[in-house]
């Protein structure tokens, strides 16, 4: 049964936008937080992006800070991550996340991820 629904990612070139959303029960969203990490080829798996969806906390990675932006809709259960200025570092597999506190534990959702390319 899928948890999380991801959109797609897509390909851009470089300095290119892409956004992503991802979307849950009610229940799942709940959790308490929901976020993004990434996962290039031949590296682990990184945080990208987190918001809380009972407050108002929003982390970044530092190399994403100042080009992603993460945000919720709590009516439909869902949190976006805008990402501008691309660059081809940024290529990775993104992976949604819901979860209450720790994205590693026994009660975190993962969703299937989505391919994002940065090429010229």
């Known amino acids: 049964q899928v948890q999380l629904i991801e959109s797609a990612g897509g390909s851009v070139h470089p300095g290119g936008s892409l956004r992503l959303s991802c979307g849950t029960s009610?229940?799942?969203?709940?959790?308490?937080?929901m976020g993004w990490y990434r996962q290039a080829p031949g590296k682990q798996r990184e945080f990208v992006a987190s918001i809380a969806t009972r407050g108002t906390g929003r982390r970044y990675a530092d190399p994403v800070k100042d080009r992603f932006s993460i945000w919720r809709d709590s009516a439909e259960n869902t949190v976006y991550l805008q990402m501008n200025s691309l660059n081809v570092e940024d290529t990775a597999v993104y992976y949604c996340?819901?979860?209450?506190?720790?994205?590693?534990?026994?009660?975190?959702?993962w969703g299937q991820g989505a391919q994002v390319t940065i090429s010229s």
């Open positions: 996340v819901a979860h209450n506190g720790d994205a590693t534990g026994p009660n975190a959702y």
């Open positions: 009610e229940r799942i969203f709940g959790l308490g937080y």
